[in-house]
């Protein structure tokens, strides 16, 4: 596990990602419930902080294949899907354990209004995957790194907000709430109310299932551009 660990070590000795994985996300959870959404508003821009830090970890992916790290990972020859799960690993490990402190910090400062914390645990270490998975396969439809940030940056909010994570999605015209559900923050939409109704683990079987085939079909995408 030398370049799990290597990834562990690489990206949280950068202070920038430090600041990135704690002051940014846990600010979120002290956002009063608000509007529409019946979890404090906090947890819907969570969502959002997911996916900004998982576009930065796969845009760390990108350098390496750009500057041939690969190369020079490990004393031994590493195969690519070696050192893609690893990598993988490594970061979905940092997503999951920092939206398990984002639920207990919500639990300790929201109380009895953050319904199964459990629950939301699960629902947000599901998305986690799903997130990281998205960003690796955009990352891998393109070759310049400075247009690839930029467009997912742009992306991000929009998937956000036709998801139903910033407006209910009933909200909005038909057609647009039938392409909704082709995104995967739909699916967390979807968790998330659920989970503040009341749902069990039954009622959360098919936003948690549809978040991780998404999961696998992203990273199948991203997985296919070899590193060079």
């Known amino acids: ?70 190369l020079r990972v490990g004393l031994a020859p ?13 970061y979905a490990l940092i997503l999951v354990g920092l939206s398990g402190i984002i639920v207990t910090m919500g639990t ?7 319904a199964a914390p459990g629950l939301l645990f699960l629902v947000f270490s599901c998305f986690s995957i799903t997130s990281l998975g998205f960003s690796l396969a955009w990352y891998s439809l393109f070759r310049n790194r400075e247009g690839v940030v ?9 998937m956000m907000m036709l998801g139903g994570m910033i407006w209910p999605v009933q909200a909005m015209p038909a057609l647009f709430r039938r392409l909704a559900m082709l995104l995967p923050t739909y699916w967390l939409a ?14 959360l079987a098919t936003p948690l299932v549809v978040m991780l085939l998404y999961s696998a079909a992203f990273v199948l995408l991203g997985s296919m551009r070899r590193l060079t």
């Open 1 to 70: 596990m030398t370049i799990f660990r290597f990834v562990l070590k690489r990206f949280l000795r950068r202070p920038a990602n430090i600041i990135l994985v704690t002051l940014v996300p846990m600010a979120v959870v002290f956002i009063p419930v608000s509007g529409w959404f019946p979890l404090p508003m906090g947890f819907q821009y969570f969502g959002m902080a997911l996916m900004f830090i998982a576009a930065r970890m796969a845009a760390i992916v990108m350098e390496d294949r750009i500057k041939g790290t690969l």
């Open 78 to 90: 590493v195969r690519h899907s070696q050192y893609l799960w690893q990598n993988l690993g490594a």
């Open 108 to 114: 300790a400062v929201h109380g009895s209004m953050l």
């Open 150 to 158: 930029a467009t997912i940056t742009g992306v991000i909010p929009l």
């Open 190 to 203: 979807e968790g998330l109310l659920s989970t503040a109704h009341g749902a069990g683990l039954t009622g």
